[in-house]
């Protein structure tokens, strides 16, 4: 299994491109660039990224059909693909706070997600191939002439999905270079892995590479209350926290729907910074920290170790580690600590 980095949006792209460096360094396989309203540009920020590094593959995560046309995407990654010299990859999803901002009137059904995501990976994976094109007649998207990107010199542009329900992470299998799961606990994994399987049995033509990645939040630090502060704040995002829930898997069902209930008060332990979560026990609360995240200090990081592991053995090619708070410590911990256990 080899090892993803995703760090906040807010990076400038000088230090975003130190931090490539450092993770190049410790050999660290892809680095992620959150894509977010009101931040930096997912594709922009990683110029300089691709110009400071050499092996290290880089992009944006994730981007939705529904805030930019996958024809643009396509143009953008192949763009970014070009100045890494065949390094650049894209994850697209449906959406989240991005189109919460942008007033989106649609109901998810009227979206068709899954027909979006799927429509805009056959796009830009035609585009990013360099070979020519026919039109492209979608039922949501067309490319309605043909194309040709003929300055494609270097290996194409990988396009992930980012999919962790079962509809998404089958059309993934199938269609897709890869996908992006997000907080895929060890006990959702193997249902997960099912899923994929039956995508991949779908493929037109077997896969040459296909990763499977899984976004998971690392907050070790040398200091165990800041870890469990940070790890507590950012619970709400967890993917087990957020509709459709799958808290079944952790807790009873009278938990579960106490935490249900109580959503919005971990929202505020998030938007307050205050890392409290009102309403509900400490020890659910803890409880889902070690279920959902890798927390605690030092001395934990060879459970970590064997949790990382499992998730190995489970079926991933990579394990894609959130750093928060204070990346560059963030990533010398995860550098020096835990690669030395997948290299």
């Given at each position: 299994m080899d090892v993803e980095i995703?760090?906040?949006?807010?990076?400038?792209?000088?230090?975003l491109a130190d931090l490539a460096v450092m993770a190049e360094n410790y050999g660290i396989r892809a680095l992620w660039a959150s894509n977010?309203?009101?931040?930096?540009?997912?594709?922009?920020?990683?110029?300089?990224?691709?110009?400071?590094?050499?092996?290290?593959?880089l992009g944006p995560l994730a981007i939705s059909p529904f805030e930019m046309h996958p024809?643009?995407?396509?143009?953008?990654?192949?763009?970014?693909?070009?100045?890494?010299?065949?390094?650049s990859m894209v994850a697209v999803g449906g959406g989240g706070g991005i189109l919460r901002v942008m007033g989106k009137t649609l109901k998810p059904k009227e979206m068709r997600i899954v027909r979006a995501v799927?429509?805009?990976?056959?796009?830009?994976?035609?585009?990013?191939?360099?070979e020519f094109q026919k039109p492209y007649k979608g039922e949501l998207y067309e490319f309605d002439r043909p194309h040709h990107y003929k300055w494609v010199k270097h290996r194409p542009a990988r396009v992930y999905a980012c999919a962790t329900e079962p509809q998404m992470l089958r059309m993934a299998g199938r269609v897709a270079d890869g996908l992006q799961m997000s907080?895929?606990?060890?006990?959702?994994?193997d249902e997960?892995?099912?899923?994929?399987?039956?995508?991949?049995?779908?493929?037109?033509?077997?896969?040459?590479?296909?990763?499977?990645?899984?976004?998971?939040?690392?907050?070790?630090?040398?200091?165990?209350?800041?870890?469990?502060?940070e790890a507590r704040r950012e619970l709400v995002f967890r993917g087990s926290l957020l509709p459709p829930y799958s808290l079944n898997h952790f807790l009873e069902p009278a938990e579960e729907q106490l935490v249900i209930d109580n959503w919005q008060?971990?929202?505020?332990?998030?938007?307050?910074?205050?890392?409290?979560?009102?309403?509900?026990?400490?020890?659910?609360?803890?409880h889902l920290v070690d279920e959902?995240?890798?927390?605690?200090?030092?001395?934990?990081?060879?459970?970590?170790?064997?949790?990382?592991?499992?998730?190995?053995?489970?079926?991933?090619?990579?394990?894609?580690?959130?750093?928060?708070?204070?990346?560059?410590?963030?990533?010398?911990?995860?550098?020096?600590r835990v690669m030395p256990a997948f290299t």
């Open positions: 995703i760090f906040e949006p807010d990076i400038p792209p000088e230090k977010f309203w009101a931040h930096w540009d997912g594709f922009i920020s990683l110029v300089q990224a691709a110009l400071a590094t050499d092996r290290i593959e024809v643009k995407i396509a143009n953008a990654i192949i763009s970014l693909n070009e100045i890494s010299k065949g390094r799927r429509e805009t990976i056959e796009i830009v994976k035609g585009a990013a191939s360099g907080d895929v606990a060890l006990p959702m994994l997960a892995m099912e899923n994929i399987r039956t995508g991949l049995a779908r493929r037109e033509a077997p896969a040459e590479e296909f990763r499977i990645g899984n976004f998971w939040a690392w907050h070790i630090k040398e200091d165990r209350e800041a870890s469990y502060y008060s971990f929202a505020k332990a998030f938007w307050t910074r205050s890392g409290v979560v009102d309403n509900v026990p400490e020890h659910i609360v803890q959902l995240s890798c927390s605690g200090d030092y001395s934990d990081i060879d459970r970590e170790i064997e949790r990382l592991k499992k998730f190995e053995a489970g079926g991933l090619t990579d394990i894609s580690i959130r750093l928060f708070d204070d990346p560059v410590e963030g990533l010398k911990t995860f550098g020096e």
